[in-house]
């Protein structure tokens, strides 16, 4: 059975950091796209990041989190994690990872792209 286990969320002030992971287990994991997406109370769920199965190719939700966050990748370890610096108020989200399989080296953006989903972690930014 395939397991995303997120870990690294918390309560941080605005303008500190936190850095997500997530271990994945079961899943012929250097094959998979991984992203990470959030989802804030009465709001859509949202990608923030993601990265190809190489980690050649990363995306990154331009408008809000580029610049402030980094996915990173390593395929020894099945774990896949977003560090998220000068943190604000409005990150403030669970954070779910998730993987989808791909046949080439792209980072989808979209839910319906990936199989798989961790169970979430909560990030709390206080202004």
């Known amino acids: 059975q395939v397991q995303l286990v997120e870990s690294g969320g918390g309560l941080v002030q605005a303008g500190g950091s936190l850095r997500l992971s997530c271990a994945a287990s079961?899943?012929?994991?250097?094959?998979?796209?991984m992203g990470w997406f959030r989802q804030a109370p009465g709001k859509e769920r949202e990608c923030v990041a993601a990265?190809?199965?190489?980690?050649?190719?990363?995306?990154y939700a331009d408008s809000t989190v580029k610049g402030r966050f980094t996915i990173s990748r390593d395929n020894a370890k099945n774990t896949v994690y977003l560090q998220m610096n000068s943190l604000k108020p409005e990150d403030t989200a669970v954070y779910y990872c998730?993987?989808?399989?791909?046949?080439?080296?792209?980072?989808?953006?979209?839910?319906?792209?990936?199989?798989?989903w961790g169970q979430g972690t909560q990030v709390t930014v206080s202004s």
């Open positions: 990265i190809s199965w190489s980690g050649g190719t990363i995306y």
């Open positions: 079961e899943l012929p994991f250097s094959s998979y796209a």
């Open positions: 998730a993987a989808g399989p791909r046949y080439s080296d792209n980072a989808p953006a979209q839910a319906y792209d990936y199989d798989f």
